[in-house]
Structures are given as C-alpha cells and as structure tokens.
C-alpha cells in the first residue's frame, strides 16, 4: 500500500496555443509509444516465468506510466484554457515576455505561460510561481519585491514584449 499524500492544489488552467499544441503531439505520440510496448511486453510474457523475467517486469513498469500520462493529459486538455489573446496595455500579463534587473544589474527575461509549458530550460514560468505572481499586472520601471525561503529580491522590471 502507499503513502498517501494530499491531492495537489489545483493549477491555473490557461496555455498559450503553441503549448496547447504540444500537450496535444504529447498524447498521440504516447499512444503510439504504448502500442510499442504492449506488444513488447506480450513477447516478454511469452518467454515464461514472469517473476523473473527482467523485460516483463521493466515493460509492466513502462506501461504503466504511459498509461498514468495519457490518463493525465485525457483530463487536462478539456479542461484548458487557450488564451490567443495578447492583452491590451503595458502591464504583464500571461505571456508576457518580461526583462528584469536585480540589484547587481543583471538582466533575465521571463516568459510568463501556463504551469503546464513550464519550463526552466527557455525560462517560461509558470503564472502561479512566486515571481510570476509578483510580476503579474506590473509595469516598466516598477520594483518587484519577491520573498522566497526567507530571502527578500529585489528587482526592476525593465522591457515587456508579446509575442504573437
């Protein structure tokens, strides 16, 4: 038996058409992938005795977190905002493409995007993180004080773009 564990909270349910997109790729090509592995794992049983059979087992285990994504993504994707809209104004908003300096002067653009397109390797935040909200609804030239862990950022918001 498990450890049980509290549901999550409950993520912001907006994605930019683009990620909407990918999520969407995501899902095909895991079915894909599944058939793959069914049929893998019906020769792995075929070898016999599955309690020591390392493929049967390892193909099981793989089968199974396909099965928990696809299960995932089938009731994500209805329940998805896609916002084509770029927002009227100077503020950040979702998706949003923000320039900030912090006290040393080092600039870091942001792209503000749905929790899930996240992604740390393109810097896309996700809206609900800390600085995303911190940033939310900011202008140019406008300090942003973010508190994390105990320590307090300060920094400056200095360009804001959109893109189409």
Known sequence: MGRWRPPAPSSSPYITPAGFDALTKELDDIWLRRRAVVKALAEAA???????????I????ELGGLDHRIHYLQKRLPALNVVRE??????VYFGAIVEVSDDSG????FRIVG???ADAKTSAISMDSPLARALL???VDDE???TTNGQTKSM???SINYQD
Do not use: W
Request: charge should be neutral; proline fraction near 5%; hydrophobic fraction near 30%.
């Open 144 to 146: 942003v004080v973010l």
């Open 137 to 139: 609804s900011r202008n």
């Open 115 to 117: 929790p899930d397109e």
């Open 106 to 109: 080092a600039v870091r653009a």
């Open 46 to 56: 075929a070898e016999g005795d599955r309690s020591e059979n390392a493929e049967y």
């Open 156 to 158: 400056r918001v200095v």
């Open 58 to 61: 390892y193909r099981k285990k």
């Open 86 to 91: 770029t927002p009227e104004g100077s503020a």
